[in-house]
């Protein structure tokens, strides 16, 4: 039997989201908010926080999965510190509806045919230096082809990364949107750094959405798949399945 899942939708308040993130030292220059909203989404739910989320844009919010019930996450979120709750508009306002959680289908038919989208991190780690490459960079690399084509490389990443979970098999994929972003993350904690801090660090790569159709093959092996998300960097805005009728 698979557990629940809940999908939560949030609308930021892009002002005060930016204090927060600047205040808290979570913004670089590129302007990624991934770390930011980690670190808010934390505040807030704390292990209830979901497991993958997208960032939609300023008007569509956020969405996100969290196997936590309704009735906890509400609770969580009228707990949240001020700064936190104002940040990821967790109260209704005149504009904006606040927190809204709805349970998500967990029971999938085998064969189903569903349309998804999904914004990727599509890299690789390189097993000698455990260093993060841009899978189609690597790609051109290998290859004695003149040209390899971005969207080809990504396609066939995607769809290696959900056949090795289970669950789905990829039909068709296309690339709608690529932009090179660098990222922030933090390193491993410093024994020289006053208590041990994360000292922030920039790390350049691919962000790609991807777009196209899956059939599900094992309903729990998908339930699982749609909680734990895709490629690496979930926990900062990338691998959320969004799904579709197809």
Same mark, same amino acid.
């Given at each position: 039997?698979?557990?629940?899942?809940?999908?939560?939708?949030?609308?930021?308040?892009?002002?005060?989201?930016?204090?927060?993130?600047?205040?808290?030292?979570?913004?670089?220059?590129?302007?990624?908010?991934?770390?930011?909203? &980690?670190? @808010?989404?934390?505040?807030?739910?704390?292990?209830?926080? =979901?497991?993958?989320?997208?960032?939609?844009?300023?008007? $569509?919010?956020?969405?996100?999965?969290?196997?936590?019930?309704?009735?906890?996450?509400? $609770?969580?979120?009228?707990? #949240? =510190? =001020?700064?936190?709750?104002? #940040?990821?508009?967790?109260?209704?306002? $005149?504009?904006?509806?606040?927190?809204?959680?709805?349970?998500?289908?967990?029971?999938?038919?085998?064969?189903?045919?569903?349309?998804?989208?999904?914004?990727?991190?599509?890299?690789?780690?390189? #097993?000698?230096?455990?260093?993060?490459?841009?899978?189609?960079?690597?790609?051109?690399?290998?290859?004695?082809? #003149?040209? @390899?084509?971005?969207? $080809?490389?990504?396609?066939?990443?995607?769809?290696? &990364?959900?056949?090795?979970?289970?669950?789905?098999?990829?039909?068709?994929?296309?690339?709608?949107?690529?932009?090179?972003?660098?990222?922030?993350?933090?390193?491993?904690?410093?024994?020289?750094?006053?208590?041990?801090?994360?000292?922030?660090?920039?790390?350049?790569?691919?962000?790609?959405?991807?777009?196209? &159709? @899956?059939?599900?093959?094992?309903?729990?092996?998908?339930?699982?798949?749609?909680?734990?998300?895709?490629?690496? &960097?979930?926990?900062?805005?990338?691998?959320?399945?969004?799904?579709?009728?197809?």
């Amino acid at each position: 039997m698979s557990e629940d899942l809940n999908l939560m939708h949030l609308q930021p308040d892009p002002r005060r989201l930016a204090m927060w993130a600047a205040r808290n030292r979570l913004l670089n220059r590129s302007g990624d908010l991934g770390y930011a909203f &980690h670190g @808010l989404l934390r505040a807030a739910f704390g292990a209830g926080a =979901p497991g993958v989320y997208r960032y939609l844009d300023a008007d $569509q919010g956020l969405l996100g999965y969290t196997g936590m019930p309704r009735e906890e996450l509400m $609770q969580a979120a009228a707990l #949240a =510190p =001020p700064d936190v709750a104002g #940040a990821l508009g967790l109260g209704a306002t $005149q504009s904006r509806g606040g927190l809204s959680v709805r349970p998500f289908p967990t029971a999938w038919s085998a064969g189903r045919v569903l349309g998804f989208e999904c914004r990727v991190r599509p890299v690789i780690r390189e #097993a000698a230096s455990r260093h993060e490459r841009d899978a189609f960079l690597a790609a051109v690399e290998k290859s004695d082809r #003149a040209e @390899l084509d971005r969207e $080809q490389v990504y396609s066939s990443w995607l769809t290696a &990364h959900v056949a090795r979970q289970t669950g789905a098999e990829i039909l068709n994929v296309q690339m709608t949107a690529f932009k090179l972003l660098d990222v922030m993350r933090r390193t491993q904690k410093v024994p020289s750094a006053p208590g041990g801090e994360r000292r922030p660090r920039t790390v350049g790569g691919p962000d790609a959405v991807l777009t196209g &159709h @899956l059939r599900v093959t094992e309903p729990e092996g998908f339930a699982a798949l749609l909680r734990r998300g895709i490629g690496r &960097h979930r926990a900062f805005g990338f691998g959320m399945l969004l799904l579709k009728p197809a």
